[in-house]
């Protein structure tokens, strides 16, 4: 059995996962690839992080096109940052009219793939005409740089279009993912104070329409800043349109002239905001600049994913999220790179869907959730031994720690084994990856992200602020700034700055534990305030998920603290398993497997099946709502307003015992 490293304290979180595993990069892999030897990620990293300013103002002058070159790298401190001071770019200029006078304007920029099964193909050539068009026609509609224009569409080729128009004449757009409620759209459009609203009729999900249309005209009798709306017809249904408020997308697009120069910007103009969700209270609009993050996802993406022109690139996330944003979007395209995009769900009409793609378009680079994986799994290997997977030659996961058996299937499964897995930490907050393996040079270990990239510094402390040892959990901060940092929380400067900048004065504090072990690899822990504390040692929830996850009867497992009078808190765990009707002796069975992977100190509790676990739209287990149903609390005080699926609430309160 084994023990927890370290004194138990209750400042330091106890690292009780014990993950040996270590998978080198292929050779084949390492031959062809950006970065190919130890040596030279060295250079980068240290090169990063002494000469800051000179590597980063480098880099900006090879890989963005500059209106007016910039006479300062950097200035500023702590959260008042600014990069490349004095220069003037545009997002959409650099993803689309700098590959157009290299010419590599015929080559295939997007691969699209409708649920019902429609492919359309964009050249670069192609995407910038309506990418043009549609930024004249904001103009029309009177967006000026500046003025926020609120996007909730399908996944479709004009979703991207809609992001690049805007960055094309300086607005700032707020995609809003497709699955919000009207009331969370109203929200955030007046949060942000939209101007104009994009839609579609409708979009298919599993095969059924979801009438978007109706859900903006609810949102807008609460946006009263929006003049206008612009509708894309998608699926035929029948929408009112509003005389004066509403238009058609074609009818717009019908008369518009495809051209349109890009505007000059300078570098820290707000390119958009994000919406996520904070633990407590409204959403938070994250806001981001244009050229520091440009560069940030345009080198992030050559780096971490060895970007070549031979690929097909396939982010399967949504645009609603950063990492539509930034790895479907703004990084890709600024590579000239060739993307898969995807409109539906990943079972229908069968659950072989994702493999069936792959296959049939020859998918070289899948980057997915671990969240997804875990319900591959769950679905069961025979849908994916239908199909040829052999064009994959590396794999990506982002959005939440992925269970080392989980991180196991995906290597033997999707990648044959012959794949480097690429496990990417970051956040919205921080615009682009920050730290992961670089697939040609880094030996992978599941479950952890590896190492920093060139750039990044960062830093974990314990609750005196003071710096953990090896293997010590604590929270993770970044010391240095980097391009691609979120400028401010959308009007609201005083919460970015007690959320982000005061705990640790000086860093920026991510809101996760993170512990770094002696080859200095970062494991991410969970989230800070997510920490379960049993008799003063502090446990992190994906390690006692991990080992649930490790049970063969386990699909998903959720772990949280309760109150206990005995040992301050309890630990609580809500399973979904692979089998029907788990019985009793399963309970006691995952106690005792528990107790031989990590140890007494995390056996659980209380365990409690369920047929499905509370999630947010994007994936993440919502382990908040669940600290309140363990502690039995009737109401639920919190913000579920991102929640996917109410109904899993009432589930499980309880009645699924
Ligand atoms: O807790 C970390 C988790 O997701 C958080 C960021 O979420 P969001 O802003 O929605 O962005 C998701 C896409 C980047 C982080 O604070 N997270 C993300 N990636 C990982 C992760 N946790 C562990 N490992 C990861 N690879």
Known sequence: MSTPSGNPSASKIANVMQETRVFPPPSQFTRQALISSEAQYRELYERAKHDRDGFWGDLARQQLHWFRPFEEVFVGEGHQVAWFVGGQTNLSYNCLDVHLDRALGDRTAIVWEGEPGEQRRLTYTELHREVCKFANVLKRLGVQTGDVVSIYMPMTPELAIAMLACARIGAIHSVIFAGFSAEAVADRNQDARAKVQLTADGLYRRGKVLPLKDTIDEALTK?????????????????????????????????????????PLDSET?????????????????????????????????????YKPTDLFWCTADCGWITGHSYIVYGPLSNAATILMYEGAPNFPAEDRFWDIIERHRVTILYTAPTAIRAFIKWGDHHVDKHDLSSLRLLGTVGEGINPEAWMWYHRKIGGERCPIVDTWWQTETGGIMMSPLPGITPTKPGSCTRPLPGVVPLIVDEDLQPVETD??????????????????????????????TRVPGNYLTGDNARCDSDGYYWIMGRIDDVINVSGHRLSTIEIESALVSHPAVAEAAAVGRPDDLKGQAIAVFVTVKIANPSAELKDELKAHVRKEIGALAVPDDIRFTSALPKTRSGKIMRRLLRDIAAGKEDISQDTSTLEDYSILAKLRGDEE
């Open 223 to 263: 946006s009263p800043t929006v003049q206008h709306c612009v509708v894309l017809q998608r699926v035929g249904n029948d929408v009112s349109m509003q005389v004066g408020r509403d238009h058609w997308w074609h009818d717009l697009m019908a008369a518009t002239s495809a051209d349109c120069p890009a505007t």
């Open 270 to 306: 707000t390119s958009f905001i994000l919406y996520t969700s904070g633990s407590t209270g409204k959403p938070k609009g994250i806001r981001h600049t244009t050229a520091g993050y440009n560069l940030w996802v345009k080198q992030t993406f050559a780096w971490v994913f060895d």
């Open 472 to 501: 010590h959990g604590g929270m993770l901060c970044i010391a240095q700034p980097w391009p691609g940092m979120l400028r401010g929380i959308w009007g609201d400067d005083a919460r970015f700055v007690q959320q982000y900048w």
